[in-house]
């Protein structure tokens, strides 16, 4: 039986049963998700801390600002946009077989603007 067991020190990360393809499979996939939560990851810590700024700088006043509702619209917002930032990333990654018919990770490179003011 093929088996594949990706093994990072302590823990089990992944099991595929019969197919090596496994891992490069669910990588193209795997990679922009875990950026997309890393970048969402780092705006929540921020907005929490712009949050407990808020209330020792304002006080009592700070919790007509800081409500529950403001909270999870925050959230909305900072998830939305941690998609909508990374989602050219999604499609940058694609999975090809080569003349071998073995797997290749293919890259495809992101054209990005770039100004140079004088």
């Known amino acids: 039986m093929n ?4 093994y990072n020190g302590k823990k089990t990360l992944m099991i595929c049963f019969k197919s090596p393809f496994c891992f490069f499979r669910f990588f193209p996939y795997v ?3 875990m950026n997309t ?4 990851s780092i705006y929540y810590t921020v907005a929490v801390s712009f949050d407990r700024f808020l209330y020792l700088s304002y006080g009592l006043h700070a919790e007509t600002i800081c409500t529950v ?5 925050v959230i909305g917002l900072i998830t939305i946009f941690s998609i909508l930032f990374i989602l050219p990333h999604w ?4 999975i090809e077989l080569n003349e071998n018919n073995r797997v290749q990770l293919k890259r495809k490179t992101i054209k990005t603007n770039v100004f140079i003011f004088d």
Not at 37 to 40: E, F, G, S, T, V
């Open 3 to 6: 088996t594949m067991i990706l």
């Open 31 to 33: 990679i922009p998700l």
């Open 37 to 40: 939560l890393q970048l969402c």
């Open 69 to 73: 509702r403001n909270s999870l619209r």
């Open 91 to 94: 499609f940058k990654h694609r």
